[in-house]
């Protein structure tokens, strides 16, 4: 399009009207319709093989580029699109993921809560076994103990009995006389308990 108006550009000066034949205008105007049939004819034929020219060597390859350069252009919108796309797409893969990351560690925190809530009763519960075993067993330790104590008093108690009743009487007693008053000391004395 240029070419063809630096073409009529340089045509112009061949419309120009010769010297005398002005027609009533000043002398040195031109008139770019005033001129003769030959130099319309040359003018023509020039611009002609100039736009011929110009569609051979020049148009042809602007155009070439233009068409490359706007496939290029298509080619990397296209190619920005599928990046987008792929990067929108990774975008919610990881949203994907960061979701379930999420939910995975929340249901370890309340698994790991569970843990140890069982743990603590558990444990509670062995120590409550082990503390009422302790306990059976020191009451009857106390028990033992206890029986232990009252038979070595009644044996005392029986053995005192008899020394003074020996004294007291003043002979020595048998053991079997011994052993049965120690029976009746022992009785005696678990009668006074019970009541």
Do not use: C
Not at 144 to 168: M, P
Request: charged residues 30%.
């Amino acid at each position: 399009m240029i070419a063809a108006f630096a073409a009529l550009a340089l045509a112009v000066p061949v419309f120009a009207a010769p010297e005398g034949e002005a027609g009533g205008h000043g002398e040195g105007e031109y008139n770019i319709f005033a001129g003769d049939f030959g130099n319309i004819l040359w003018t023509l034929v020039i611009f002609v093989l100039v736009i011929v020219i110009l569609r051979a060597f020049a148009w042809g390859p602007i155009l070439e580029n233009l068409k490359k350069r706007e496939d290029f252009i298509r080619d990397s919108l296209d190619q920005a699109k599928e990046h987008r796309d792929s990067a929108e797409a990774r975008l919610k893969e990881y949203e994907q993921k960061l979701v379930e990351a999420r939910s995975e560690a929340t249901a370890i925190v309340e698994e790991g809560r569970r843990d140890s809530e069982v743990l603590h009763r558990k444990i509670e519960q062995e120590a409550r076994v082990e503390a009422e075993k302790i306990v059976a067993r020191a009451k009857r330790e106390i028990q033992i103990a206890r029986e232990t104590a009252v038979k070595e008093l009644y044996d005392l108690s029986g053995q005192l009995a008899t020394g003074i009743a020996a004294h007291i009487l003043g002979r020595e007693l048998k053991v079997e006389d011994q052993e049965r008053m120690i029976d009746e000391a022992i009785d005696e004395m678990s009668g006074l308990q019970a009541e």
